[in-house]
């Protein structure tokens, strides 16, 4: 099976701008997670897909959404970029339903660097 | 909600030798999994070790074993042998059985140096 995969790898923005992340889950997994990475913050989630609807949310700012697909991939859009938002991306799938071996695989995450 | 803590924000251990890496948490359910991920230098995150809390026996994997004290709510992960390719960023996770639908929780996270 193919893995999680997310694009673009690598992206540059200036501030003020918007931009979208996107993540194809593993096959047949039906949750996309979302988390943003920083040196000083950590691992913070983000928001959780299910079935095209948001499960779960994070403490982040509006101008962070995502939406999912009904072929289970996610786009998470960030809107009027701030200096701030310069982190690593990740995404994460699972299959989300009640079934003892669901584990999250997550994808090389995209860099996002805004000037 | 449940909270996982990682004591130690950065480790080394010398080529060959062990090192046992700690996380503990905070819950009220009975049922939930436990993970330890580990994060290269590449950013890759990638499943190490998955431990059920139903299980009593500790999970093993290689070179890489978990200490699941479920009374302590303590899950630290040892590695045997360490190798130059094991220093990485190593979080700690917890998923509810309880309630599928909520979010994994990850810890702060452990750096990991290996020397030669």
């Known amino acids: 099976k193919a893995g999680v995969t997310q694009t673009p790898r690598y992206l540059i923005k200036t501030r003020g701008q918007q931009v979208t992340l996107s993540c194809s889950p593993i096959?047949?997994?039906?949750?996309v997670s979302w988390y943003q990475q920083t040196p000083g913050q950590g691992l913070q989630f983000l928001f959780e897909?299910?079935?095209?609807?948001?499960?779960n949310k994070g403490n982040f700012p509006g101008r962070f959404s995502g939406r999912q697909f009904s072929n289970s991939r996610s786009e998470m859009n960030v809107s009027t970029l701030e200096l701030g938002d310069s982190a690593l991306y990740l995404c994460?799938?699972?299959?989300?339903?009640?079934?003892?071996?669901?584990?999250?695989?997550f994808g090389p995450g995209t860099r996002l660097t805004v000037l | 909600a449940q909270t996982v803590t990682q004591s130690q924000p950065e480790m080394s251990v010398q080529e060959a030798e062990t090192v046992t890496l700690s996380c503990t948490y905070d819950?009220?359910?009975?049922?939930?999994?436990l993970f330890w991920y580990k994060q290269p230098p590449s950013r890759q995150m990638i499943l190490v070790i998955r431990?059920?809390?139903?299980?009593?026996q500790n999970a093993t994997e290689n070179r890489f074993s978990v200490n699941f004290q479920k009374a302590a709510k303590s899950f630290s992960l040892k590695i045997s042998d360490s190798q130059l390719g094991d220093a990485a960023m190593y979080f700690c996770?917890?998923?509810?059985?309880?309630?599928?639908?909520?979010?994994?929780?990850f810890g702060p996270g452990t750096r990991l140096s290996v020397l030669p």
């Open positions: 994460a799938s699972r299959t989300g339903g009640g079934i003892s071996t669901d584990t999250q695989y």
């Open positions: 096959s047949g997994h039906r949750s």
């Open positions: 897909y299910f079935s095209e609807t948001q499960r």
């Open positions: 819950t009220s359910e009975s049922d939930y999994y």
């Open positions: 431990q059920e809390a139903y299980k009593q």
């Open positions: 996770a917890y998923r509810s059985a309880e309630n599928y639908g909520q979010n994994f929780v």
